[in-house]
């Protein structure tokens, strides 16, 4: 882990502090950081898996992008080497096919990381699967210098 990834992960505390505590809760887990990215691991958890149906113990949609918005924060303070506050300006989440419920991997790129405003693209893969879940795209418009 470089002394980038630990300053971020020192960071880390303040972005708990600062989402809603149900995000934290969630237990999305920084694995590394740096300028490019991230790498996070979402354990799993049953509250976000549907209940019934046919897509029972699939990781609902709502869920997919909570985790991508959270994990772009992460990735965003690791690549800055410290928190900086931003709000979400643009989202958009396709779903390759269903993300069973358990360990997933994300995989978080930055495209570009400006004064104002950052990119980020996320990658989601179950635990062991190498096909892309689901893959979204964010825009983030920082609100601090």
């Given at each position: ?8 992960k020192e960071?880390?505390a303040q972005v ?130």
């Open positions: 882990m470089t002394e980038q990834s630990l300053a971020a960071a880390m708990d502090y600062t989402f809603a505590p149900w995000v934290a809760d969630l237990g999305l887990t920084l694995v590394e950081t740096g300028r490019a990215g991230a790498d996070l691991v979402f354990p799993g958890h049953p509250s976000v898996e549907l209940r019934g149906g046919p897509g029972a113990g699939v990781i609902c949609g709502q869920a997919i992008a909570a985790l991508a918005d959270t994990a772009c924060v992460y990735a965003l303070t690791g690549a800055n080497g410290r928190f900086r506050n931003c709000t979400t300006t643009d989202m958009s989440v396709r779903f390759a096919r269903p993300l069973p419920g358990g360990a997933v991997r994300i995989r978080v790129d930055l495209e570009s990381n400006g004064r104002k405003l950052a990119v980020c693209r996320v990658t989601f893969m179950a635990e062991g699967s190498p096909k892309t879940a689901a893959l979204a795209t964010a825009t983030f418009m920082y609100l601090e210098e």
